[in-house]
């Protein structure tokens, strides 16, 4: 068996380039999603703002247009390419600081007023440790929202390409209870657990469901789906003939609709920090 890769290892792999080289489709097809999270965030001119697992950069630069030239924004990941595409995009509004530090463990100034993430907080050694430090990186009434995966099954996006290619690859382990991974905040009471043991405060949990146009046909919506998220890493390591056979049953198996739209499930958490 191989050593398992910490995150930082994981995210600065081919997986980050692959995120990279996808970043304005995966932008496009997460609109939707990004949209309801900065509804949810709310960013107000002239407030300082932190963006945990960042990426390539999209909530950030959102966000900033939002802040303005008298906001702030810290933006941290631990993948360098990703980082290096986010500090390369235009940028206006609220300037911009692109760190590369582990947000479970840096010593984030205690003064912001909102921090934000999504999808960057699945992915955490000890989630709760985690938050608090986010938390602390909060004035005290700050604002927390995080947008995560809810499960599998009710994530279209994923479950049909997931399940086409499992006919053809083998079944990967499952991932303990509690460690990293997309779904590791499937379960609403667990995530709302896990704020409130970091120290937040009012914590809320929102459903948001959302139809992903993933391409404009079938082809188009199959290599999306092969190429993020978690069928990507099915595929990875297999040989050439298996990995042609299974990405032909993805491709199968997209529905023939023009655009491909399947749907995807998320939860929007919101918590305050009360001291
Ligand atoms: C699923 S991607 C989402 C990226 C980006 N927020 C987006 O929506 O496109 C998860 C991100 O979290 C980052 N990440 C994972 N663990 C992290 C950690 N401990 N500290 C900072 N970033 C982390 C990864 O490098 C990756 O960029």
């Not at 120290?199 to 948001?208: L, R």
């Not at 999306?224 to 032909?248: I, K, Q, S, Y």
């Amino acid at each position: 068996m191989p050593e398992p890769i910490s995150q930082t290892e994981y995210w600065n792999s081919e997986v980050g380039e692959r995120w990279t080289a996808m970043q304005a489709e995966l932008d496009r097809v997460f609109a939707p999603l990004t949209a309801a999270l900065l509804d949810g965030a709310a960013p107000r001119p002239g407030e300082r703002m932190l963006d945990i697992g960042c990426g390539c950069g999209e909530t950030a630069l959102l966000a900033a247009g939002r802040l303005g030239p008298d906001g702030g924004v810290t933006a941290v990941d631990v993948s360098r390419p990703m980082l290096a595409r986010a500090r390369a995009r235009p940028a206006s509004g609220a300037p911009i600081t692109w760190i590369e530090a582990d947000a479970q463990t840096h010593p984030f100034a205690p003064e912001h007023d909102l921090a934000l993430s999504r999808f960057g907080v699945m992915f955490f050694d000890d989630s709760r440790a985690a938050f608090a430090t986010i938390r602390r990186g909060l004035r005290p009434g700050g604002r927390l929202a995080v947008l995560c995966w809810r499960a599998l099954q009710e994530n279209p996006w994923v479950s049909v390409a997931r399940d086409a290619a499992l006919g053809v690859v083998p079944e990967p382990a499952p991932v303990p209870p509690g460690g990293p991974g997309p779904f590791r905040f499937a379960d609403r009471d667990g995530l709302a657990a896990v704020l409130a043991g970091a120290g937040f405060a009012d914590v809320a949990v929102a459903p948001v469901d959302a139809l992903l146009t993933l391409g404009d046909d079938a082809d188009e919506a199959g290599r999306f789906c092969l190429t993020v998220g978690p069928v990507a890493g099915l595929l990875r390591d297999l040989d050439e003939a298996l990995r042609d056979r299974a990405a032909a049953a993805v491709r199968a198996a997209m529905p023939r609709e023009r655009p491909v739209r399947l749907g995807a499930a998320c939860w929007l958490a919101t918590a305050v920090n009360p001291a």
